[in-house]
């Protein structure tokens, strides 16, 4: 089986091309159905409706590295893509690192993109007085921007929720 911080170096190069080759390509994702095991509920069969397709997102499927690798594995959009037998273990135990890797980077860069909402010159929170804690200690964030965080989180949990409901 993989090892998260493999998993962890090959979500970042798939997540990285995304974002070079489709800008915002984690708003198209619902975690709550993401699926890595499945082609058709993984990240790009969500991106690509439905349909495991990674030429659809600027990758050879079949192509062979000089160094053995297929691209498609190398950037954590699957473990092997011959191999039916995954280490003895079910399918979905196998992807699980690569699933939770890929919901860290998902959730990683929705949270990025609305810290940057917050941060636009345009917003009303630009230059919003950081508030220290009324217990103490400076928190770092204002009121609004936790609230801005509190809703993304409650969003993230639901589409969590949605997946484990039968």
Do not use: K
């Not at 390509?25 to 509920?41: A, K, P, V, Y």
């Amino acid at each position: 089986m993989i090892s998260q911080d493999e998993a962890r170096a090959r979500v970042a190069r798939g997540a990285a091309h995304l974002d070079q080759v489709r800008p915002g390509w984690f708003n198209e994702i619902d975690t709550g159905t993401l699926t890595l095991s499945r082609g058709c509920r993984c990240v790009v069969g969500q991106l690509n409706r439905g349909v495991f397709n990674v030429a659809a997102v600027g990758l050879p499927y079949f192509r062979l590295n000089a160094d053995g690798t297929h691209d498609v594995i190398t950037h954590g959009f699957a473990l092997d893509i011959f191999t039916t037998e995954l280490d003895g273990g079910t399918r979905e135990a196998c992807y699980a690192p690569l699933q939770d890797a890929w919901i860290a980077a998902i959730a990683d860069r929705r949270l990025a993109a609305s810290s940057a909402v917050v941060d636009a010159p345009e917003s009303p929170m630009r230059g919003h007085q950081e508030t220290a804690h009324p217990h103490g200690g400076d928190r770092g964030t204002s009121s609004s921007s936790a609230s801005s965080l509190s809703a993304y989180l409650n969003a993230w949990v639901r589409d969590a929720q949605r997946a484990v409901q039968p």
